[in-house]
């Protein structure tokens, strides 16, 4: 089963579908990406006449079926290690990536505080988890840092139109917060 063909179907700027993505390249499977813009950001995994969705539940697959030293667990095989990255993930998908989205449409000063907030807590857990490795699973690359991975792209992208709408608001002498209310009247 192994030895059959991976196809993975998704949007190419999907965080979600990075993750899939980012899986399969550290576990050394070769796939087929097949870009399909119609699934939104929701990965689907086609193998062995199996159809998973949904990027926890592909790397559960992946980790299942391809076991072997030089294809790296990405899931802990410990459950309360587990399940910390699972808690942590579930943290990115529902603190973090809302505010990214809300501060990419234009944002308000409070998003953007509570972003930073959020990414705060989620440094103050890394320092914890991580006890001075690099990754969240200490040695070895895990689900979340997949996770948090999989939107460096995003990061970027609106701490540029972030960083543009600021100083153009500066440039002109327009207050910043005014102009986004005026903007979405």
Known sequence: MEKEEAKLVGFWASP????ARLA???????YEFVEEGNVKEIPTLLHAS???????????????????????????????????????TTYVDDKILPYMKHI??????NDEEEFHESMQV??????NESQGKNFFSKDNIGYIDISLGSMLSWMKAILCC?????????????NYSKLMKLSKE
């Open 24 to 30: 399969l390249k550290i576990k050394g499977i070769p």
């Open 122 to 127: 989620l440094e103050s857990a890394f320092n």
């Open 16 to 19: 979600f579908v990075l993750r």
């Open 162 to 174: 972030w960083m543009r709408r600021r100083h153009l608001c500066w440039r002109g002498g327009l």
């Open 50 to 88: 199996n159809v998973i969705s949904e990027p926890f539940k592909i790397v559960e697959y992946l980790d299942a079926t391809w076991k072997s030293v030089d294809s790296p667990l990405i899931l802990s095989v410990d459950p309360y290690n587990r399940t910390v990255q699972r808690f942590w």
């Open 104 to 109: 990419l449409k234009g944002s308000t000063d």
